[in-house]
């Protein structure tokens, strides 16, 4: 990870995050994707938590070529599909049938991958080899638990017409309106005070 720009991670979600992952998604500048190479998705998965440095460090050897793009690949067709579902839940309308679809594959996908053991007197779930997809794999099975376990009421879009980057609302009383109050509440405050002066000038001083 070094040298390179830390992604920014204001959802509180990985599932949340990696729909965040194309920037301007909204906005009237064309948008950004953040995930321009295999090494981008390791980078995005393993700050998120949800792979070790190890992991990464491993799987970044056998992730050049077509292993890793089709990784890629996999990961921003998971997003697309994340993006849809949450966006219609906020706008109240129903999401594509395609993109659940979609969903649903990626989950499924993700499952087989995934084997019981036995390890220290409890059960746990490992995965299958160290594939290049495993970045996949974890983003997938992220989002199921956060869709399925009643979290997607609870995801939210920032405030600021321009980013509308989703985030997962844990406030007390659900008043969260910005992805994070440095990037975006500031600005809209600053906007917001600005149009206020336009509307209402300064009275001229009164002559002596």
Known sequence: MEGKTAFQLVAGHPAVDLVNTLDWRFGTRDPQELLRSYGDLLRFTEQSGILTPHQARQLRRLGEGKP???????????????????YAQIGGRTPAR???????????????????????????WEWSGNDT???FWVLSLSA???????????????????CRWLFLDTSKNHTRQWCDMKLCGNRMKARRFKAQRKASPLEPLSQA
Request: include cysteine; charge should be positive.
């Open 144 to 162: 199921s638990d956060l869709l399925l376990a009643g979290g997607l009421q609870r995801v939210q879009a920032c405030g600021n017409p321009d």
């Open 68 to 86: 890793g793009l089709r990784a890629l690949q996999r990961a921003i067709e998971l997003r697309e599909a994340l993006a849809e579902i949450l």
């Open 98 to 124: 395609a993109s659940v679809k979609q969903l649903e594959q990626c989950i499924r996908a993700a499952r087989v991958r995934q084997q019981l053991h036995w390890k220290q007197g409890n059960l746990e």
């Open 133 to 135: 997809e495993l970045p």
